[in-house]
């Protein structure tokens, strides 16, 4: 059938029309996509920024209730030198997976000798930090080597197991520079009170104003030495090979610890990163609002030039009727005017789209969002789901947007049709 | 023995309401069409004719009385049922040409013959063969907007041939033309109908044009007042 020379040549009868209608189609998808592409781009920059910023990983293992109660009985929920070994051979038996790590959260006092705060420490393997921070996405307005200023473990190393390193804030708290003394004041897994002294030998920028006075790394030697717990752990790091293996992963896991006979919980890196799954939540809300304004225009302008074009097309209709064409060949006609129009929007929004992602990303634009440290720089991804997603539900819409016009001029009598004028 | 008429109607009434009013614009007409025929339905505005011919032709239904076609009863048929009847054997031609101005003359005529189900290159070939037949073969590209009045109501004459009909309805095909193409669209007709055997039935207004018809039936009031059988043009 010549349906879609008749479509094309009838959304050209009425080009200023067609052209207003193509228009706001094309605009409305390019907001939509411009959208999604910036919290796309947010979303990996996260989830970048708690598997290897936050040194999250994909997948944490601990004992069961270390999560909940973890911080009351730390002692409690430690892993044991053998279970450590252990668990790590097992772990480390499966295919894609790219490091296991132990590590240990304490909190103390941090002191340069005249002034004291309170600190939570990371302690972690530097070499295998280095492996798990390797490639981690950094910018910083600021620098103009682009220095990774972001990365708090990078001034750790195995050869010095007294260097730390601390947040900007903590370490501006303290007045602390890099190559200063402080002094560490913490309780041991016993309780008893412990203290080291340490060198300063980087700050960094944890990313967040609620932790930038708060946080600090060491190795994981001297967090042990300090807490008393030699060859412990209180979890282990699986870094993979990728994160869309991350819950399939888990569950192999599970179940082959299980079986190994210890009573473990696993969790997900989206999981333990609140920050994300919140933000996350956010930006879908506002998608979904932004959407449905957009899907709402969309009908509107399709509905109204469908329902003109069908009364402008009445005696047309009457003739296609007379010589053949049956009430569904009618509604098909120009429901298919309709769904070529919204894909001819959709596709000049795409255009559009390209055209504005790379204007946004050559004009180096930054910001600072709320509770962060830093700039971020402003960048749009191609997010061909969502564009996908988006052409084909505008399509969808458009078409049932015409359907009912459509259905009401293919049920007139013919003669009423014919006789229009 | 005679074969059975082409178009049987029985006592057809067709009636409108207009607010309170019933208007009865066909009255009980019983009328037989034979294939071959050349009919010329003719009478003054008013009359009844352009609803007879929509009856006839299969767009509107009787509100009383039967309409048979070759033999069938096309009151019981379902709408789709009667669409698709109605595409492989009954072409139209319209007063205003009814063309859709954005296809071409070719594409125009290929219409029907795509909604029956050819494919394009068989449709183009035949639409092609029948622009030539009306002797449109230079125009064959042109949309309509380019066209005569004259020129428009042979691509018509074409569409409505095009599906090889059993009949073709002209409802007042010469009341957009002058009287030198009126008679060159009557005289196509005549020629249509004596070339392919198709049995057309057109209305119109202007005695003048009735001279080559084989039967003229005088409606006035809904109800045939003459009916007219010319031998000699036969």
Sequence with gaps: MQFLTLSLRGLLRNRRRSLANLLAIALGFAAIALFAGYTHNIYRGLANQAIHGELLGHLTIAKRGMSREGKLYP??????????????????????????????????????????????????????????????????????????????????????????????????????????????????????????????????????????????????????????????????????????????????????????????????????????????????????????????????????????????????????????????????????????????????????????????????????PPNQSGPVPLLVDLDVRHMLLTTLVMASVGALAAWLPARRAARQPIIDALGHV | MASPPLVQMRNVHRRFHLGETIVEAVAGVSLDIHTG?????????????????????????????????????????????LTDFRSHRVGFVFQNFNLIPVLSARENVMLPLQIAGLSPQKASTQATEMLVEVGLERFLTSRPDQLSGGQRQRVAIARALAIQPKLVVADEPTANLDSENSHMVVNMMRQMNRLHGVTFVFTTHDPRLLDNVDRKVLLHDGRVEQDEILSCNS
């Design chain 1, 75 to 368: 002692e409690r929920y430690l892993l044991s030198r053998e279970e450590v070994l252990r668990i790590t051979a097992l772990v480390k038996e499966e295919r894609h997976v790219a490091l296991v790590t132990p590590r240990l959260t304490l909190s103390g006092i941090v002191s340069n000798g005249r002034a004291s705060t309170i600190f939570v420490a990371e302690g972690v393997d530097p070499t295998a930090a280095k492996a798990l921070q390797a490639g981690l996405l950094v910018w910083d307005n600021g620098d103009p080597k682009n220095e990774p200023t972001m990365i708090g473990t990078q001034a750790l190393d195995a050869t010095k197991p007294d260097t730390i390193t601390l947040a900007q804030g903590l370490a501006e708290l303290l007045r602390l520079k890099q190559g200063d003394r402080a002094s560490l004041l913490s309780n041991t897994v016993s309780g008893q009170a412990n203290a080291v002294d340490v060198v300063v030998g980087d700050r960094f920028k944890s990313g967040s104003a609620a932790t930038d006075d708060l946080y600090a790394f060491m190795p994981l030697a001297l967090a042990r030495s300090l807490y008393d717990a030699e060859g412990r752990a209180d979890r282990l790091t699986v870094l993979l090979e990728g994160a869309d293996q991350t819950d399939a992963m888990r569950a192999d896991l599970v179940e082959k610890l299980k079986k190994a006979g210890y009573d473990l919980e696993i969790h997900t890196w989206k999981e333990l990163s609140e920050f994300y799954m919140q933000v996350r939540a956010m930006f879908n809300m506002i998608f979904g609002f932004i959407f449905g304004i957009v899907l709402v225009v969309v009908v509107m302008g399709i509905a109204n030039s469908m329902s003109m074009t069908v009364v402008e097309r009445t005696r047309e209709i009457g003739t296609l009727r007379a010589i053949g064409l049956r009430r569904s060949g009618v509604v098909r006609l120009f429901v298919g005017e309709a769904a070529l129009l919204t894909m001819l929007g959709c596709v000049t929004g795409l255009l559009i789209t390209v055209v504005v992602k790379y204007a946004i990303d050559a004009a180096d634009i930054s910001y600072v």
């Design chain 2, 37 to 81: 025929g050349f009919l010329a339905v003719w009478g003054p505005s008013g009359s009844g004719k352009s609803t007879l011919m929509n009856l006839i032709g299969l767009i509107d239904a009787p509100s009383e009385g039967e309409v048979w076609f070759e033999g069938v009863d096309t009151h019981r048929m379902a709408d789709n049922a």
